[in-house]
Every structure is written in C-alpha cells, then in structure tokens.
C-alpha cells in the first residue's frame, strides 16, 4: 500500500481527504490530475473493499472532490470531449435508426 493510499483511508474527514490529494496531485487542475485522483482513490476503495463503509466514505468525498475541483474546469475546457483531443483520441459517433 502507498502511503498516500493509506493516507486516504485513514483520512477521517473531507478536509483532511482534500490535504492529502492536494499535495500529491498538485492545486491546478488538469486531465493528468484526475487520473491520478481516480487512481488512488480506486486503490484505496479495492484496499478497504467495496461495499464497506469505508468505500463509501471514499467514493463520497472523491465525487465532492472531483465537483470541487475539476467539473467546472472540465466545462471550461470544452466538457468530456476535450478529453478525447487531449489523449488523440478520435470521437465517432454511431447514429442508429
């Protein structure tokens, strides 16, 4: 287990949570950054296994996090499908009848 996994999992509170993915993702926001986010809080939820409280609590302020942080600079850049730019990904959209 990493420390900042572990860190999150004994993290008993949203401002502790912030604390601790702040300094080990960085302030500004970035697609780099929410992976990360995404990454360390899937460990940390595997790790205390999903279902539990614990995974729940995680899950929680990981949703508050990523509205606090990120939803609005997604939106700025243009929403999801700057993402898809961003890693050379090409969009095709199938219109079924």
Same mark, same amino acid.
């Given at each position: ?7 999150? +999992? *004994? ?9 601790? !993915?702040?300094?080990? +993702? ?13 990454? !360390? ?14 995974? !729940?609590? +995680? ?14 600079? +997604? ?13 050379? !990904? ?6 079924? *009848?």
């Amino acid at each position: 287990m990493t420390p900042v996994v572990n860190e999150i +999992i *004994q993290g008993a509170t949203y401002n502790k949570f912030q604390q601790v !993915l702040g300094s080990n +993702i960085g302030q500004e926001p970035g697609w780099q950054q929410l992976a990360i986010m995404f990454r !360390l809080t899937q460990s940390a939820v595997q790790l205390v296994g999903m279902g539990t409280a614990t995974a !729940l609590k +995680i899950k929680e302020m990981t949703l508050q996090y990523f509205e606090d942080k990120f939803a609005s600079w +997604i939106i700025g850049q243009g929403g999801w499908v700057s993402f898809y730019i961003h890693v050379g !990904l090409s969009l095709k959209v199938e219109l079924r *009848q």
